[in-house]
């Protein structure tokens, strides 16, 4: 039987600089149809603030492999 061992992410924040790992439920990804509306998002653990950083496609990669829940954002007409 083999084991699962649970994905963690390492994140900083940028209010208090903070550095910590996260679970993979602790963080959102949202897929835009550009860079510029592609990022992920976190509530940093140690100081509160909500912060939202860009997310290219290596990070889109990671994240979605490592189960982050993901929102696909559609363009609007």
Not at 40 to 69: D, M, Q
Request: hydrophobic share 40%; with cysteine.
């Amino acid at each position: 039987m083999r084991k699962v061992v649970p994905v963690v992410f390492r994140a900083g924040c940028p209010n208090c600089r903070g550095r910590f790992e996260l679970a993979a439920g602790a963080l959102r990804l949202a897929i835009g149809a550009s860079s510029r509306t592609t990022f992920y998002s976190f509530t940093c653990p140690e100081c509160g603030a909500a912060v939202r950083k860009p997310a290219g496609e290596r990070i889109v990669e990671l994240l979605t492999g490592g189960g982050v829940r993901t929102l696909r954002l559609h363009p609007t007409v």
